[in-house]
């Protein structure tokens, strides 16, 4: 009778597809580059076909391998909640990808929660939209929170909430105190976050029509600089209502009133068909609840 294939095959297969590289695989599953090499050999010979194209160094999945790697990560996550089901810790945290503006005001209360039910930290990726949903095409996340419109096909997206945006200046901007017209936000200096981030898709989106091409911008990538930069009077911005909930940057930075409302969405996102385990489920609840809960207030 032929041997079926094995959980810990599957691993590696799921390993070195996720970097496309033997000795990165070898180094996390903490075995030798050999025996990394030698059980995705077995692997491809029960399954018949092969998995990769090697490339010089490189392994490429192939097609086969394509349509492989969803299966295996699915047997795998079902494997490691097995002792959950018994009522013991998982034997791998939960992974989680979340947007940086996110994280700045949504995340600690989350985890704070997460811990006290769960008796555990989740592993916290934090990113770009783009890294979020690059990292879970990879198989890197289990479940991720991001901003704006996600269209890639194979992920299931969830709305969360919403949330609001605004445009902001330094509290001595020139133009502070008066309703500002999209002429007088085109003549001014901008400050942006980097390209893949929510926030820079959602300018490219919805305002650059109205500004055009030939803005003056300073691109940073992270919104505590960003914000620095806007209260130092580099230039005004569009940045979220939690990026704007810190309270070190209050005194410095003011909402300019602007002629419209800008609003985005906030959504779960995790690989279409992907087994949810019951600690995806609950940082799903802790979170939901915690955005009814500030509607409310």
């Known amino acids: ?36 090499s030698q059980s995705l050999m077995e692997l491809e010979a029960r399954m018949g076909v092969s998995l990769f194209e090697r490339q010089g160094g490189r392994l490429r999945l192939n097609d086969a391998g394509r349509k492989l790697l969803p299966l295996a990560d699915d047997l795998l996550s079902r494997a490691k909640y097995l002792p959950q089901v018994l009522g013991k810790t998982p034997s791998e945290p939960l992974r989680l990808g979340v947007t940086e503006s996110v994280a700045a005001h949504y995340l600690m209360s989350s985890i704070k929660e997460f811990r006290r039910r769960s008796g555990r930290f989740p592993r916290v990726r934090i990113g770009n939209t783009n890294e979020m949903i690059r990292a879970l095409a990879d198989y890197k996340l289990d479940l991720a929170l991001v901003e704006g419109i996600v269209t ?20 001595d901007h020139p ?24 926030s820079r898709l959602y300018f490219e989106s919805h305002l650059r029509e109205k500004l055009g091409h030939d803005l003056s911008v300073l691109v940073l990538n992270h919104h505590d600089t960003l914000l620095r930069a806007v209260a130092s009077g580099l230039g005004v911005s569009l ?16 909402v300019l009133e602007v002629p419209e409302t800008f609003t985005r969405r906030l959504s779960f996102v995790m690989r279409s068909g992907k087994f949810e385990t019951d600690d995806m489920r609950l940082w799903r609840e802790i979170l939901s609840v915690q955005a009814e809960s500030e509607s409310l207030q």
């Open 152 to 171: 890639d096909p194979d992920m299931d997206v969830t709305l969360w909430r919403e949330e609001y945006l605004f445009i902001v200046a330094a509290v």
């Open 175 to 198: 133009l502070q105190n008066r309703v500002v017209s999209w002429e007088d936000l085109r003549e001014v200096d901008w400050v942006q976050r980097e390209p893949g981030s929510g």
């Open 239 to 254: 940045v979220s209502e939690g990026v704007l909930s810190d309270p070190h940057f209050g005194d410095g930075i003011a």
């Open 1 to 36: 009778m032929e041997r079926p294939v094995s959980l810990k095959q599957l691993l590696v297969f799921t390993e070195v597809a996720r970097d496309a590289s033997l000795s990165e695989a070898a180094e996390r599953l903490l075995m030798s580059k050999s025996s990394v």
